[in-house]
């Protein structure tokens, strides 16, 4: 793969190697995805790359799974899910189990 000003331009033989950057935005704009949002990826890279993230309106720690924050309290249903094994449980009794869940999820909840 070569660059050609803004464009990518992929070769037909493989070389020895890695990539010495990610090609991500430029394959998103082979796929097709909008101008717009083509040039909001290239902002935030060059706010990354240059350590700003501030500037592109981004937290200052992104998080791939969400911010990492202290484990929740865990939900009636959690716990009841928890206590059960269902390799013992009758097809009937699974049944059951599965409306009493559905109960608890009706029921309102403290905050």
Not at 97 to 103: E, P, R
Request: proline share 8%; net charge neutral; charged share 25%.
């Amino acid at each position: 793969m070569r660059e050609w000003g803004d464009k990518v331009i992929f070769l037909y033989r493989i070389v020895d190697g890695g990539a010495n950057h990610s090609y991500g935005i430029q394959v998103a704009k082979l796929a097709g995805l909008p101008p717009a949002l083509i040039r909001r990826a290239r902002e935030i890279l060059e706010s990354l790359e240059s350590g700003n993230a501030a500037a592109a309106g981004l937290p200052q720690q992104m998080y791939l799974f969400g911010p990492q924050t202290a484990p929740a309290v865990p939900s009636e249903v959690e716990k009841e899910l928890q206590s059960v094994d269902p390799d013992t449980l009758s097809p009937r009794d699974a049944q059951e189990f599965l409306y009493h869940l559905k109960h608890l999820l009706s029921k309102p909840r403290a905050h």
